[in-house]
């Protein structure tokens, strides 16, 4: 039985995500993809109207087919083309149902997603979506405001510390920075662009 698992007497332990033992590649492009075939939790970062949603909408289009996705948001706007996905939805601002974000944890767990993807990151989802970052799902996918990369680890931290304010800030914020990646869009005038992948 145990073989099952790739598990044998005197035989090395397998690998399963090779690409986790790979070097970030210097072009921007190239490491994106690197981040989301690898399974990296990645957040997209920009002011208003700087195309973050749409952004992130390409970045489904790069998850491999096959994978189970479970979608997290206050408003329908994440277009998944995966038949395999679950989508959720909880309204900001109807207080009377008593499905929350911490049922959410539960449930997500349950699907066993290979990716988690979460519409804007907000003070009601930021810390159960940073839970769920850490419940070894790969792939958790979210957008931010916050005008750069230095900025939108900032914000979630501070959205994660409007619900669970005795976080240690330190601790939180270095270990955001090791297992979360920014892809920054900034905006001036028409042109829209990712200026920072982190």
């Not at 290979?114 to 003070?123: F, H, P, Q, V, W």
């Not at 979506?129 to 405001?145: Q, S």
């Not at 990369?149 to 979630?156: I, R, V």
Request: proline share 3%; charged share 30%; net charge neutral.
């Amino acid at each position: 039985k145990m073989k099952e698992f790739g598990l044998e007497e005197g035989e090395r332990l397998q690998r399963i995500n090779k690409l986790k033992g790979v070097e970030d590649p210097d072009d921007p492009f190239d490491r994106l993809v690197m981040y989301i075939k690898r399974g990296n939790h990645i957040l997209v970062s920009g002011g208003t109207a700087t195309g973050k949603t749409t952004f992130l909408n390409n970045m489904i289009q790069l998850l491999d087919l096959h994978k189970r996705v479970v979608t997290v948001e206050d408003v329908r706007e994440l277009k998944v083309p995966h038949k395999n996905r679950v989508h959720v939805v909880l309204s900001r601002t109807e207080q009377t149902n008593a499905f929350d974000y911490k049922k959410v944890i539960d449930l997500a767990v349950r699907f066993t997603p290979d990716a988690i993807l979460c519409g804007e990151i907000s003070t009601s989802n930021a810390a159960a979506f940073w839970e769920l970052m850490n419940t070894g799902h790969d792939n958790c996918f979210a957008t931010i405001h916050a005008d750069s990369a230095f900025e939108a680890y900032q914000a979630f931290l501070s959205r994660i510390l409007h619900s669970s304010p005795g976080m240690d800030r330190e601790k939180t914020l270095k270990e955001m920075r090791e297992k979360v990646k920014v892809v920054q869009i900034n905006r001036d005038g028409n042109i829209r662009a990712v200026t920072e992948i982190t």
